[in-house]
């Protein structure tokens, strides 16, 4: 890889991380690309010329986001020792239960989907890799015995719904702690896979 090549690779890197820094900060809609140019004090035609448009440059974002947040989710749950210890970094990876950053631009997104195909189409792959990741630590964690759950997919649907749920009322309405997030998500999932609350503390 050439310099100058590598040198464009990391601006458009730096570009996204900027974006996603603003996007959460004031909201997809309201983001345009002065806000970012002025948080990385360069030109507009800069940005336009690595992205092409505003649409384009938050579509990129968004996605930039999620896989960031993706990557931290597959990092906790690979470094945990057991089916519970895995299911217990994953919750607390993922979403305002823990460090996922992106829940702000998420719920933002989801208004979005509705008209922007792209948005929406990135949104379905976040929510079908968490689901994946779920099913997965909830098949391993049944097949060594730490857990009991007749309908995995059921499971799944209710434990990620519920988490959309608290994280609106948190983040949103600001109607619930993020201690009472965590200890009803908790909860929940306890219950769903037959362990105590405690082991998911």
């Keep these: 890889m050439t310099r100058s090549r590598r040198s464009v690779e990391l601006r458009r890197d730096e570009i996204l991380a900027s974006t996603t820094e603003t996007v959460d900060r004031i909201g997809l809609e309201a983001t345009r690309v002065t806000d970012v140019a002025k948080a990385l ?54 979403g305002p239960t823990g460090a996922a950053k992106g829940w702000r631009i998420w719920i933002d997104a989801w208004a979005l989907a509705q008209r922007e195909p792209v948005i929406r189409k990135v949104l379905r792959r976040m929510e079908e890799r968490w689901c994946e990741v779920l099913r997965a630590l909830i098949d391993e964690g049944v097949a060594d015995g730490s857990f009991t759950c007749p309908d995995p997919d059921a499971t799944v649907a209710r434990v990620s719904a519920l988490i959309d749920g608290l994280c609106v009322a948190a983040l949103v309405y600001r109607t619930i702690s993020r201690e009472q997030l965590r200890g009803w998500v908790a909860e929940t999932v306890a219950r769903e896979i037959g362990i105590e609350p405690e082991a998911l503390s």
């Design 41 to 94: 004090n360069v030109s507009a035609a800069l940005i336009f010329y690595h992205f092409g448009t505003k649409d384009a440059l938050v579509a990129e974002a968004f996605a930039y986001a999620v896989e960031r947040d993706l990557s931290r989710l597959d990092k906790a749950t690979a470094a945990g020792t057991d089916p519970v210890d895995k299911l217990r970094r994953a919750l607390r990876s993922y």
